[in-house]
C-alpha cells in the first residue's frame, strides 16, 4: 500500500495484484526452489538464515567480495531433515557457476557393535537420526524392509520406528554376529539413504530466465530491497508533504482566526463555508 511494487491486472482483470512481493529477506535462497518448464528446470536448496544474512552484509561492505570469500559465511545448503553432505567439491561448483551436484547421506550412529565381535552380547543397532533431503522417511523404511525380505541385506532382525517430537530415530537392529560396516554400506548403497541433489540456479530476472551464482543471486536481491525502500521512501515523502500543505493552511487560518470565522458567517451555507 505504500507503492513500493508495481501491480499488474489479475487473470480476469477483475481486480489488480502486485508484480512481485518484496521481501525482507532473500527467500529464493532460504526457501530453495523446485520447478521444471519446458526446456528448462530450476533445484535451488535451502539456507541457512543467519549464514544468508552475514552474505548479504559482506557484499553491501564490499560489493567487490569473491564468490570465495562469500562462502566463509554461506558454507552450503542447510536442509530441514539434516543429513551429512559429502565433500564441498559440488557445493564449490554450484556457488561459482550455477550448477552443480552434492552428495548427502543420512546421519547414524551406531549402539553395541564391535566389528562383529558382540557374540551371546547385546545386539547392535543401527540408529538413523537425520536422512538426506526429499526423502521420505516412511518410504525408506519400506524400502529397507523389502531389501530384507527379498534377502539382498542379511543380518537385519528388526526394523522400527521411534521417532517423536524430539526427533528422528530409526532403529535398525542386527544379528549379534552382524559386521555393522558392511551392513551399513550396503543399506547406502541399495537405499536412498545416500542419494545426490542436483543444484540448478535458474531464475527470472527482468523478465527472462538466467543462470545464477551465489554472488549474482544476492546482489538482485539488494537490488530489489534497495528499489523498495526508495520506492517507499519517496511515497512516504510525497505524503508528508501533503500533510504539511493542509498544516500550513491550518497554520494561517489560526493566525488569521477572527476573519475566518466572520467568512463562515456570512457564508449562505454549510458548503459554502
Do not use: W
Not at 559465511?73 to 557457476?97: L, M, Q, S, V
Not at 547392535?124 to 541385506?153: F, S
Not at 530476472?205 to 530489489?224: D, I, Q, Y
Amino acid at each position: 500500500d505504500k507503492e513500493t511494487v508495481d501491480f499488474a491486472p489479475n487473470y480476469d482483470n477483475s481486480l489488480k495484484e502486485p508484480r512481485v512481493l518484496p521481501a525482507k529477506v532473500p527467500q529464493l535462497l532460504l526457501n530453495g526452489s523446485s520447478g521444471i518448464a519446458v526446456g528448462m528446470a530450476t533445484n535451488i536448496p535451502p539456507h541457512n538464515l543467519g549464514e544468508v544474512i552475514d552474505g548479504a552484509v559482506m557484499i553491501i561492505e564490499d560489493p567487490q567480495v569473491s564468490i570465495k570469500e562469500l562462502m566463509t559465511a554461506i558454507k552450503g545448503p542447510d536442509f530441514p531433515t539434516g543429513g551429512i553432505i559429502c565433500g564441498r567439491a559440488g557445493i564449490k561448483c554450484a556457488y561459482e557457476t550455477g550448477k552443480g551436484i552434492i552428495k548427502m547421506q543420512a546421519a547414524v550412529f551406531t549402539e553395541g557393535a564391535d566389528g562383529g565381535k558382540n557374540e551371546g552380547k547385546k545386539k547392535p543397532r543401527i540408529i538413523i537420526k537425520e536422512i538426506p533431503y526429499q526423502v521420505n522417511k516412511a518410504k525408506l523404511i519400506g524400502d529397507i524392509a523389502q531389501l530384507v525380505q527379498d534377502k539382498k541385506i542379511l543380518d537385519i532382525t528388526n526394523l522400527r520406528d521411534e521417532s517423536d517430537r524430539k526427533g528422528m530415530r530409526v532403529v535398525i537392529e542386527l544379528n549379534r554376529s552382524a559386521n555393522v560396516d558392511i551392513v551399513l554400506n550396503n543399506l547406502y548403497k541399495h537405499t536412498k539413504m545416500k542419494t545426490s541433489f542436483g543444484i540448478n540456479t535458474l531464475a527470472i530476472s527482468e523478465g527472462r530466465p538466467k543462470l545464477f551464482n551465489l554472488k549474482e543471486m544476492l546482489v538482485c536481491f539488494l537490488a530489489h530491497r534497495k528499489e523498495v525502500v526508495e520506492r517507499r521512501t519517496r511515497y512516504e515523502l510525497r505524503k508528508a508533504r501533503e500533510r504539511a500543505h493542509i498544516l500550513e493552511g491550518l497554520k494561517i487560518a489560526l493566525s488569521n482566526i477572527d476573519e475566518v470565522v466572520q467568512i463562515i458567517k456570512k457564508s449562505d451555507n454549510v458548503k459554502t463555508a
